[in-house]
């Protein structure tokens, strides 16, 4: 069972970032994705890398492995190249009862938090993004039990206080954590996106089994 809070804000204009995730009883997929070059092009490019690797969830009812995460991400690269559109960071998160495992292109994160944020993309490559036909994917797998989880871009994880993310994420609410990231004018410096999750007693009420819930845009 899991508790999941998500936010989606834009710094101006139209939203680039996109995020979205999928039930399949005791596992859940969370991706998030965040656009670069033109606004339309990058929205595109974030849809795409979502889709694609929505489609490639399948109905396990347990995480894929590390490599499969890493052949599935691998494989949008160059479809996505092909396409008259921008590229995209993009990362997820395949959650069982035990474990999570995934695979990250890009500067957009996944962390555990408990007293202090661990960073599960570490080894990541911030560029060339997918859709670049150059695309570096990193695979990481990790055991979670206990704390949160929170996948966010670089507009959050680049912005705000460290500190003032541990503090705040045991509240399990995403646009608090979004306004952290907010320049002293109320601004924020880049679009900002993340989902909180957690382990809990009841399932994440809105997300019907076996369907792509979307984080829309603020």
Not at 125 to 140: C, D, E, H, I
Request: with cysteine.
């Amino acid at each position: 069972m899991f508790e999941l809070n998500a936010c989606n804000d834009a710094s101006v204009g139209k939203c680039v970032n996109r995020a979205a995730w999928i039930l399949r009883g005791e596992r859940i997929v969370v991706m998030l994705a965040e656009g670069a070059g033109r606004k339309t092009d990058a929205a595109f490019a974030a849809e795409f890398a979502i889709k694609c690797a929505a489609e490639m969830v399948g109905q396990e009812k347990h995480p894929l492995s590390p490599g499969q995460w890493l052949n599935i991400v691998s494989e949008i690269d160059v479809p996505l190249s092909l396409e008259p559109a921008g590229e995209t960071t993009f990362v997820v998160a395949d959650i069982g009862a035990k474990r999570i495992s995934g695979a990250s292109v890009g500067d957009s994160k996944v962390f555990i938090v408990d007293t202090q944020m661990r960073d599960l993309t570490s080894n990541q490559q911030r560029k060339p993004l997918l859709g670049s036909g150059q695309a570096v994917t990193n695979a990481y797998e990790e055991d979670w039990s206990s704390g949160e989880l929170l996948l966010c871009n670089a507009g959050l994880h680049k912005y705000a206080a460290r500190d003032k993310l541990v503090t705040n994420a045991t509240n399990m609410d995403a646009r608090a954590l979004i306004e952290l990231a907010r320049l002293p004018n109320g601004a924020l410096f880049d679009d900002a996106v993340c989902v909180l999750l957690r382990r809990g007693k009841a399932a994440t009420g809105h997300l019907p089994e076996g369907t792509i819930q979307h984080v829309r845009p603020a």
